[in-house]
């Protein structure tokens, strides 16, 4: 039952500038969440944020939220090569402990 | 830090063949989940267990069960593996929502890339 979209599927960037990722989703969420994934290992928690958050920071990560539109960004600001990941959105409802996870978006920064 | 450490990182079995994939958190989280990764899939949940003993199904349980005799374990049982379980196997814990500062955050295993032959 897939919820998150990301979009791009893919993305190369130079280091250095920002990369700009984006997630839409269906139904109402308690919260969204960004994980990342470094080639052939487990997922890594990024950023939370609520359903009465719009804008949320940690380091060079920016996340937003829109409700009213169901959508979510992450924005990397000064990218370096250890960004290379996928990177993927996933949404928690109010109803249980499970989140649902996007299909992701490979983030590739090109020296 | 939350570690959840998954038995093997790679695994080779045949067709048929009765397989284990164990998962161990150290944090006393109440949930853990089973996932599975394939290209251009994502991430799709096979079971979850919410406490010790209980079980429920993801979106693609077929062929696989779950044990969790402990909290901090819970199995992955593939009875009789076939081809198209050649995947990789994603291990999660987390804690349940509502309790001290958790929002259900999932922390992952390293993962277990199995393949069948």
């Known amino acids: 039952s897939q919820q998150g979209e990301e979009d791009p599927q893919a993305l190369s960037i130079q280091e250095g500038e920002n990369a700009t990722m984006n997630c839409s989703y269906k139904?109402?969420?308690?919260?969204l969440q960004w994980y990342r994934q470094n080639s052939g290992r487990g997922l890594v928690h990024l950023i939370l944020?609520?359903?009465?958050?719009r804008e949320k920071h940690s380091g060079r990560l920016r996340v937003t939220l829109d409700t009213s539109k169901k959508s979510s960004s992450l924005l990397i600001t000064a990218s370096r090569a250890a960004d290379t990941a996928s990177y993927f959105c996933a949404t928690a409802s109010n109803r249980d402990d499970k989140i649902i996870f996007g299909k992701g978006t490979r983030l590739h920064i090109l020296p | 830090d939350v570690k959840v450490t998954q038995s093997s990182r790679y695994l080779v079995k045949r067709t048929g063949e009765k397989v284990f994939l164990e998962c161990v958190q150290d944090?006393?989280?109440?949930?853990m989940f089973w996932y599975r990764q394939d290209p251009g899939l994502g991430l799709r949940l096979i079971y979850f267990?919410?406490?010790?003993?209980?079980?429920e199904k993801g979106d693609i349980p077929e062929g696989y069960s779950v044990s969790r005799e402990k909290k901090e374990r819970f199995s992955l049982i593939l009875e009789s593996a076939s081809t198209n379980q050649t995947s990789m196997y994603l291990c999660?814990?987390?804690?349940?929502?509502?309790?001290?500062?958790?929002?259900?955050?999932?922390?992952f295993g390293p993962g277990t890339r199995l393949t069948v032959l």
């Open positions: 139904t109402s969420i308690n919260n």
């Open positions: 944020i609520r359903s009465n958050e």
């Open positions: 944090m006393d989280h109440e949930n």
């Open positions: 267990s919410y406490d010790v003993k209980m079980k």
């Open positions: 999660a814990s987390s804690l349940t929502p509502g309790l001290a500062f958790s929002y259900n955050e999932q922390f």
